[in-house]
């Protein structure tokens, strides 16, 4: 032992080097091997950006705004959407808000998809009629009410905008006094809203 810490006291600057050294090598090989905890971030794959910027350029990306077609022919609406009122409904003779457009057209007419999406549901309900939902992103949707039992689409197709999906009918119990018409819903979130500001008018 004494002759240890003699070495030692003669060789004190070569012993601290050492366990620098060797300190050194440990905190790198963790950093090299060690590194596959919680703080690792996956980079998005290709071509894919989650700050919704275009990598290595200061420009956001453009998106396209959407603007739809008529689901209808002739563009006559006979009930506008009213959130803020009520408007007097001849068929329940009663007062209600209207969160819809409905455009008057010839039974079984043509009914056009507004823009591109993904038919999400068919179904029929006695109030509304016979009823088509496309999904057109994670937030819109469109909903087309009191059709005829004659449908140009199912579940899960693919839809383009101007595509005809169905044929207007007069299925809808809560609006049969009224003219055949289309009854036609925009959604966003889940809540209906007014389309107008979907619509060019200016360029039909």
Do not use: R
């Amino acid at each position: 032992m004494k002759k240890i810490g003699v070495f030692l006291k003669n060789n004190i600057y070569y012993v601290i080097l050492i366990v620098c050294v060797i300190a050194i090598a440990t905190m790198v090989s963790i950093a090299i091997w060690g590194g596959g905890g919680k703080n690792n971030v996956t980079p998005p794959p290709t071509g894919e950006d989650p700050t919704g910027e275009n990598p290595g350029d200061d420009k956001p990306v453009e998106t396209k705004p959407i603007v739809f077609a008529l689901p209808a022919l002739g563009n006559n609406v006979i009930n506008g959407f009213v959130d803020d009122d009520v408007v007097w409904n001849k068929t329940l003779k009663e007062y209600s808000v209207h969160m819809a457009v409905d455009y008057a057209a010839p039974l079984n007419s043509d009914v056009y998809a507004v823009y591109d999406g993904t038919v999400e549901s068919i179904y029929y309900d006695f109030l509304e009629g016979h009823v088509i939902v496309i999904k057109h992103n994670n937030n819109l949707k469109t909903l087309y009410g009191s059709l005829s039992d004659d449908i140009d689409v199912k579940i899960g197709d693919k839809v383009l905008k101007g595509d005809v999906i169905g044929k207007i009918g007069n299925s809808a119990a809560q609006e049969c006094m009224e003219v055949t018409h289309l009854h036609f819903e925009t959604l966003y979130n889940g809540i209906s809203i007014n389309p107008k500001d979907y619509f060019d008018f200016e360029n039909k």
